[in-house]
């Protein structure tokens, strides 16, 4: 156990802005931030979807972090009536914005936004029916510029 006068470091994180339209996904601000983050481990990551990665120079991913609702493909509508439900109704075509905080480890280069797609199920017999096959697809790198 450690002694009590002494703290884990502290892993800096930053809020990241994307903006995309259609296929097309853009870095669009950066900013070092003040607060914690857990929940990046990627020994865990098995769901299907979007995320970010911190990435080193050499391309390994240091932490990931899941991008809940970036890339929507339907919107809300309102109704003009009062009473009526609120619908979701699909986009032809994928536009917006979307706001991130990642962790940026010691080494830390650049970020990928992934998408991990799910292949197939287990085999069968396998020991959790969480364990899945997926694949990954990289959907854009965008550079840091880490001011520390």
């Known amino acids: 156990m450690p002694a009590p006068d002494t703290q884990d470091p502290v ?4 809020r990241l802005i994307f903006e995309y339209d259609g296929d097309q996904v853009q870095l669009v601000k950066q900013q070092l931030v003040d607060v914690a983050i857990t929940g990046h481990e990627l020994a865990r990551t098995r769901q299907a979807g979007y995320y970010v990665d911190t990435r ?10 899941h991008l809940h609702d970036a890339f929507a493909s339907s919107v809300e509508v309102f109704p003009e009536q009062m009473g009526k439900p609120i619908e ?6 994928r536009k917006g ?4 905080v990642v962790p940026v ?3 830390t280069d650049h970020v990928a936004i ?3 797609q799910l292949t197939a199920a287990a ?6 029916r969480t364990e899945q096959l ?4 990289e959907i854009g790198r965008f550079p840091l510029l880490i001011v520390r």
């Open 114 to 116: 992934v998408q991990l």
């Open 97 to 100: 914005a979307f706001t991130v």
């Open 56 to 65: 080193n120079a050499a391309g390994e991913a240091l932490a990931r972090v």
């Open 11 to 14: 892993t800096p994180a930053m």
């Open 123 to 128: 085999p069968a017999g396998a020991a959790a």
């Open 88 to 93: 979701r109704v699909d986009v032809p075509s």
């Open 134 to 137: 997926t694949t990954t697809k």
């Open 105 to 107: 480890p010691e080494g």
